[in-house]
């Protein structure tokens, strides 16, 4: 989701629940978390740091903890500097259930962007693993589209802000609907199932006898479109590829991956996503492969020639 919706579905949280004083704590941490745009200048270039990216790290409970602690603390600092006046008089009572907000308000921005692709890796530190729900095809236009217009619509005066509820409610409404939809065609066709901006077209992804295969389904129409296959291994094996785990640039590469393929050319080894680099999934359009040869004692490195380009994804 946008940190738009983000914020205006911990507003609908909060005011529902009957905790309206602590709206702008909760939205403090639906929001904090998008501010890993930033990690970029901490991880560029170092493949061992590619975790700390938007929606890495921080996407997960104990990075998403750390985050709206962080926010918490810096934003009483901001209020006792500034000698803002706080809805309690009493601070026992106040900074506890500040708190409570700001992080109930990071955890719901998980659970939102686990509803959607490619999913956050909840587990890290201990695993990278992306876990989604696969409800929606990463950020919605259309809930941008009616965040937006609810913000317009309050800023002119043309509705009130309890009418957050109805925003709310909307929001429900509309999940429901493509919950239903990706419920029906997992039920009805095997294999992993996507959703696309299209709420009637679905991406489907199999994995059989050593061959990854893709194609789309569109409800309301007979058979598999734009099938596509590519063999999990091409002059190679598993045996040949042992201890590649390990090497940062592949643990990258298939950190934003569905899958990954190997295949060997002459002296080195390329691990590939081939559906980003078919544009089947466009998210996200860098490190869809790595190059990779082995050395004299047997580690493999990485081809330094062909790193930057095909990690970067040009």
Known sequence: MDS????????????AAGFPALIPFAILGAVILDADILFFFFSSGRPSRYMFIHGGASHSIVGSTVMAVSAFVLAILAISLLGLVIPWTTE??????A??????GA??????DWLATPGIPLAWPFKDTKYTLGVFAGPSPVMLAVSI????LVATGLTSPLSIMYYGLFFLAYFAVWAGLRGYVAHKIPGDVYPTMHPLRWLVIRHEQGTWSSCFIQLGRKGQLNMNSWPEYSNTGPGELSGIDSVPEVKRVRYHSNFTVAEKNEETII?????????????????????LEKGDNGTWTVDNQDHAGYNDGT
């Open 107 to 112: 955890w719901l921005h998980l659970v939102l």
């Open 4 to 15: 738009i919706t983000h914020a205006l579905l911990a507003a609908f949280v909060f005011y």
């Open 99 to 104: 708190f409570g907000a700001v992080l109930g």
């Open 271 to 291: 691990i590939r996503d081939p559906l980003r680099e078919a544009r089947i999934l466009r998210y996200p359009p860098y490190y869809m492969r790595v190059v």
């Open 92 to 97: 026992n009572v106040f900074l506890p259930a």
């Open 149 to 152: 217009a609810f913000i317009l």
